[in-house]
């Protein structure tokens, strides 16, 4: 008999992506072998984004696009995982024919009970939440490589007043400080060299008297030759001690994603995002006082119910003050079942798109005007390998996620941690010339 083929595509966060590779590692728990891609596989899930609208369109576009094989092959199964699913749950497979099974991210450890259903014609649902569901025992399925995502906590508790995931995600919850450190061990052994740790709001992590900062520091302390990152701070929620604990690894990364949404005080409060400009702001000073260096980058909504030009110009005003490095930036997008959503959706598409557009302008100067300030230093980088643009070069990351190119040399290889000097930038790239390769793995001094 020939195997079952599977092949996953995922859209959306990097949640999704860790979660992708749970799916798969219970797959192949059970039998299944990975396809390269949908028209080689029998079973073809699309794990989903329900974040903003256009990134569900996109998903409707490719169920369009699957159609042409299931008739073709009609026996493939084609499932939908993810936020969507549990968004729109019975409706996915009402309205979309060739969808066989809709499972939502609580429920993938009966995902082989559904794909055996599916092959016998029964379609299925599981969207259920769970209070209790984090999948520590399971080993994710992760390609070889150097990054890797890790999930410390699932859902979340705070109620964006735009946001879907409390929804579609369910309670916050945290998985256990010893499953975790036991899987940094396993991808310290396989060779990675940088894992992110994962949470719609690391910073309430809790596992009994551990807290996120307990956390990190165990994570760190395994490998001193492994990056760690994390993501995303709730600016509410970021505690001094995890400040000093950045401070005190070297091989904690320098980088803070701290998402603002909007630099308007009344428009945070209906957000409900419970903190101020003025709260965010001090936290931003104090945490370049405690992390010289730090680098942060952020999330923008444009256009959310009742902004004016003026509450517009006070998100201009604060991304001015702070200077991200970086910034992820959307329009504002209705999405059913939340609480803005009864809120009249009252900025105009085009008013939403034109103050957006300045944003992202503005942003563009502003990490083009920090990168500036980096000519003629050091930097050490992570190499990941060739650059995208020539295979000359070599590109890599800095401790604060900014990519650096640099000239090919052939005994540097992914993985090496290497000293640059930076001589030339963009808002997007700095460009620098190699000064040295840090020695071998361990005890590498990453801030040197
Ligand atoms: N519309 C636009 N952007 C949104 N985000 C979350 N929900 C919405 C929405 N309804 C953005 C927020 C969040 C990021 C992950 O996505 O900025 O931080
Ligand atoms: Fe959504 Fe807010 Fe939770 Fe982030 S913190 S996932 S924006 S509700």
Known sequence: MTKNKIYIETYGCQMNLADTEVV????????????????????????TCSVRDNAEQRIYGRLGNLKKIKQKKPYTIIGILG????????????????????????????????????????????????????????????????????????????????????????????RSLNSIVDEIKILSQKGFKEITLLGQNVNSYRDDNNDFADLLAASASVDNSIRIRFTTSHPQDLSDKLLFTI??????????????????????????????????????????QIIPGVSFSTDIISGFPTETYEDHVMTLDIMQKVKYDGAYMFKYSPREGTKAYRMEDDVPEEVKAKRLNEIIDLQQQISFEVNQKLIGSIEPVLVEGASKKSNQFLAGKTDTNKVVVFEKTNNIKPGDYVKTKIFRVTSATLFGELIEILPGKNKINLTA
């Not at 798969?24 to 794990?47: H, P, T, Y």
């Not at 609580?106 to 379609?123: H, Q, V």
């Not at 890797?148 to 735009?162: E, I, N, Q």
Request: hydrophobic share 35%; with cysteine; glycine share 6%.
């Open 24 to 47: 798969l590692g219970i797959m192949k728990n059970k039998g299944f072998e990975l396809a390269e891609n949908a028209e080689d596989s029998n079973v073809i899930l699309l794990n």
């Open 247 to 288: 401070a005190g690894h070297s091989n904690i990364c320098n980088y803070i994603h701290l998402p603002l949404q909007s630099g308007s005080n009344r428009i945070l409060e209906l957000m409900n995002r419970t903190y101020t400009v003025e709260h965010y702001l001090a936290l931003i000073e104090k945490a370049r």
């Open 83 to 174: 936020c969507m699913a549990e968004r729109l749950k019975r409706e996915l497979i009402e309205d979309k024919k060739i969808v066989d099974l809709v499972v939502g991210p609580d429920e993938y450890r009966r995902l082989p009970e559904f794909i055996d259903d599916a092959f016998s014609g029964i379609k299925g649902i599981g969207v259920k939440l769970s209070r209790t569901e984090t999948y520590d025992d399971i080993l994710p399925y992760r390609e070889e490589g150097l990054s890797a995502w890790l999930s410390v906590m699932r859902g979340c508790d705070k109620f964006c007043t735009f946001c879907v995931v409390p929804f579609t995600r369910g309670r916050e919850r945290s």
